[in-house]
């Protein structure tokens, strides 16, 4: 009986958990204030984003007067990347190219392509953005404010997440509802420790100066999970940096299909974890605490054993998923599967281990990684 009533209690607790981050995560400033000087220079890693990129360069100059330039690293792409990029520097000039290099032994791509682009670039600040990112009007306007309010450098936006298939509004929920359950974004605002930083790759604003001056990409260089790794190095030297809400300024769609979701989430499960016990506590907390209520309350209807207990779990579970999906603006609909996508999470963990370790590494746009935790 008492293990049954702590099981509970932590469940509100962690219940309390996701509405004090829900209400207390604050969004993007809405009032803009006066127009800033610091030139912005837009930087985009593409590899194979001919479906994407023009779209993504478009949205961002026609909303963002501030960004000086556009600068695209076409990561050796086979598509007509190249060529959409081409098309898009004819109409704008501020529209470049970056020369492609080698990919050295060392480095994931991405973070490469990066270090690349801040090379080129000439703005005081620097934005990285991927290719599927859509920056809403006045983005820059706003994270160029909100740097200013929080006396920060570093500021990544937390994007609204574009679904449309079935798969998408299945599974992709489950990423907001992973980071969001344990993380204290609220507090991670407040207290620049290490471990709180946090990053969405998808948009995130760096002045260049404290870029240059901790390293930057190259701090990341073996990173397949660079955005975060890079706000923890950034707050480690002592620099100021958050994550806000920025999901009504920048959008994205990460992923379009049942295989593009199984990849993408291969490719950053397992190398999120640096050392090989947290893995293992991150897939037994979820079993005990977002699977096993589910199915102890579906046992109780047959036993009748604490089916009070039991229910009052799944519903401290269910309201979690509802008070996020009101927060973020996804479809209600999904929240009545969280089983299975639970059981799909615990899945694609397994299999982004097996790839990274034993599998000859996780395939993602040509290329395949490797990453053993400690």
Known sequence: ??????????????????????????????????????TVSL????RNEEAHIAAAIEDALRGSPEIMEVLVYNDHSTDRTAEEVARMAAVDKRVRVIPVKPLPE?????????????????GEWLLFQDADTRLQKDAVKRMLAATKRYEVTFLSCWPGLVMKGFWEKLCMPMLNF???????????????????GLAHGACILMRREEYEQIGGHELVKPELF??????????????RGICLDGQDVVRVRMYDSWPSLWNGFQKIFYPAFRYEVSFWLFLLFHVLFFIAPFVLALVSLFTGGWPLLAWFMVATILGSRWLQATRFGYSRS?????????????????????????GGGVPWRGRKYTWKAS
């Not at 932590?10 to 803009?32: E, I, Q, V």
């Not at 480095?107 to 801040?118: E, I, M, S, T, V």
Request: hydrophobic content about 55%.
């Open 226 to 239: 660079e955005d975060t790794a890079l706000a923890r190095a950034w707050r480690a030297h002592g620099l």
């Open 106 to 122: 060392g480095w994931c791509g991405k973070p490469f392509a990066c270090r690349q682009l801040a090379e080129a670039a000439s």
């Open 334 to 358: 999904a929240i009545l599967a969280h089983p299975l996508a639970e059981c799909g999470l615990i899945a694609v963990a397994l299999a982004s281990r097996h790839k990274c370790r034993r």
């Open 178 to 196: 992973v980071v969001f359950t344990l993380f204290p974004a609220p507090l991670s605002l407040k207290r620049q420790m290490p471990a709180l």
């Open 1 to 38: 009986m008492f293990f049954w009533i702590l099981f509970a209690i932590l469940h509100f607790g962690l219940f309390a958990l996701m509405f004090y981050n829900m209400r207390c995560w604050p969004a993007l400033p809405a009032r803009l204030g006066e127009d800033v000087a610091e």
């Open 43 to 46: 930087l985009i890693p593409a």
